[in-house]
T-cell receptor
Framework: DTGVSQNPRHKITKRGQNVTFRCDPI?????LYWYRQTLGQGPEFLTY????????KSRLLSDRFSAERPKGSFSTLEIQRTEQGDSAMYLC????????????FGPGTRLTVT | KQEVTQIPAALSVPEGENLVLNCSFT??????LQWFRQDPGKGLTSLLL???SQREQTSGRLNASLDKSSGRSTLYIAASQPGDSATYLCAVFGSNYQLIWGAGTKLIIKP
């Protein structure tokens, strides 16, 4: 399968714990995006990378959130000291090129904070 | 600030009907507009991408149009089938390099 993959698919954690999600984009896609989606809503942009550089961060991305994309390949999204409000589907997408192009999404990681 | 609205929020039609889903956006300065499909609890599948210079795109039974000046896009689905049941979302890619999304239209096709 050469699509975008995300791991884990589901994560249940207790409030206050740290969690880390991984996204593997389509190979050779230089752009990688993270979004968050809550029930009944469209996704909300969190951040994006062009190669290894993080070029944009949403105000939704508080200090407890950090994202990396070492070597411009896979990316990780870490949430520290999770809160119940962090419960959501976290989606990763990738695209090719320097201009905005078609984004291809992974299956998402569903986070439940108890 | 870009805002994207999708009407209706939900739609239920009998199998075989042609239908139109609507998407409107407030800022016409967009690079492209993308229509997605989302099945319950799943990720997003890209259906059609329309560049800002284009008026429409077609894929099989789907046709999407874009009118930048009026801030509107429509997704036309011909000869609907029960397998088309899903939530359809539109998203615009603006000058801030972010996809801004509508809340989606939940479509149910009754056999």
């Amino acid at each position: 399968d050469t699509g975008v993959s995300q791991n884990p698919r589901h994560k249940i954690t207790k409030r206050g714990q740290n969690v880390t999600f991984r996204c593997d984009p389509i190979s050779e896609h230089n752009r990688l995006y993270w979004y968050r989606q809550t029930l009944g809503q469209g996704p909300e942009f969190l951040t994006y990378f062009q190669n290894e550089a993080q070029l944009e961060k949403s105000r939704l991305l508080s200090d407890r959130f950090s994202a990396e994309r070492p070597k411009g390949s896979f990316s990780t999204l870490e949430i520290q000291r999770t809160e119940q409000g962090d419960s959501a589907m976290y989606l990763c997408a990738s695209s090719l090129g320097t201009l905005p192009g078609e984004q291809y999404f992974g299956p998402g990681t569903r986070l439940t904070v108890t | 600030k870009q805002e994207v609205t999708q009407i209706p929020a939900a739609l239920s039609v009998p199998e075989g009907e042609n239908l139109v889903l609507n998407c409107s956006f407030t800022d016409s300065a967009i690079y492209n507009l993308q229509w997605f499909r989302q099945d319950p609890g799943k990720g997003l599948t890209s259906l059609l991408l329309i560049q800002s210079s284009q008026r429409e795109q077609t894929s099989g039974r789907l046709n999407a149009s874009l009118d930048k000046s009026s801030g509107r896009s429509t997704l036309y689905i011909a000869a609907s089938q029960p397998g088309d049941s899903a939530t359809y979302l539109c998203a615009v890619f603006g000058s801030n390099y972010q996809l801004i999304w509508g809340a989606g239209t939940k479509l149910i096709i009754k056999p």
